[in-house]
């Protein structure tokens, strides 16, 4: 099976909240991962987890073929990155999607899921596949919200005490 197109430069996601930003997808720049790890390192569920920040900072540096690092950007700003898993289980796994909080709100996380949705379908996949803890009752709204339904429960995988959700979208 073919891997899903991604953005090598830049996708256009559109505008949302009536605001007249625009939005997209790119290639995460260089130095933006040493400049976000930390700042999600103090967002939920990263903070809860005791996430340290150069810890996110590198994960998100990382440069896999099959699992890439992507930025969410407003002009010249990043509001946000998201990291993929291709090809895991007849679709791609959303490992990561981080919005910071000045741009939350603004529909960017479902359109980046409309945008993954889409590459999927164009590239044959049968579902999208993406995890959240069960104390982050938000997270699990809004990907219900969006079609995902809960798979599985897998308790104590991150963090003794707390379970992860695999949620699945189905396609097609």
Same mark, same amino acid.
């Given at each position: 099976?073919?891997?899903?197109?991604?953005?090598?430069?830049?996708?256009? =996601?559109?505008?949302?909240?009536?605001?007249?930003?625009?939005?997209?997808?790119?290639?995460?720049?260089?130095?933006?991962?040493?400049?976000?790890?930390?700042?999600?390192?103090?967002?939920?569920?990263?903070?809860?987890?005791? $996430?340290?920040?150069?810890?996110? #900072?590198?994960?998100?540096?990382?440069?896999?073929?099959?699992?890439?690092?992507?930025?969410?950007?407003?002009?010249?700003?990043?509001?946000? #990155?998201?990291?993929?898993?291709?090809?895991?289980?007849?679709?791609?796994? =959303?490992?990561?999607?981080?919005?910071?909080?000045?741009?939350?709100?603004?529909?960017?996380?479902?359109?980046? =899921?409309?945008?993954?949705?889409?590459?999927?379908?164009? *590239?044959?996949?049968? *579902?999208?596949?993406?995890?959240?803890?069960?104390? *982050?009752?938000? #997270?699990?709204?809004? $990907?219900?919200?969006?079609?995902?339904?809960?798979? #599985? =429960?897998?308790?104590?995988?991150?963090?003794?005490?707390?379970?992860?959700?695999?949620?699945?979208?189905?396609?097609?």
């Amino acid at each position: 099976m073919k891997e899903p197109p991604l953005p090598v430069e830049r996708y256009e =996601l559109g505008s949302f909240s009536g605001g007249g930003q625009m939005f997209a997808l790119r290639t995460m720049p260089p130095g933006e991962p040493q400049r976000l790890g930390p700042l999600f390192a103090g967002i939920d569920p990263w903070k809860r987890y005791g $996430y340290r920040g150069d810890a996110l #900072a590198a994960y998100l540096a990382g440069i896999e073929k099959t699992a890439p690092r992507i930025a969410i950007v407003s002009g010249n700003d990043v509001a946000g #990155a998201l990291a993929l898993r291709l090809n895991w289980l007849r679709g791609p796994y =959303l490992p990561f999607l981080g919005i910071l909080p000045k741009y939350q709100g603004k529909g960017l996380g479902g359109a980046v =899921l409309s945008w993954l949705e889409r590459e999927a379908r164009l *590239n044959g996949e049968t *579902n999208v596949w993406v995890c959240t803890s069960d104390f *982050n009752a938000g #997270a699990a709204r809004f $990907y219900e919200q969006h079609g995902f339904t809960q798979t #599985a =429960l897998i308790d104590d995988l991150i963090a003794d005490g707390s379970g992860e959700r695999l949620l699945r979208k189905k396609l097609g």
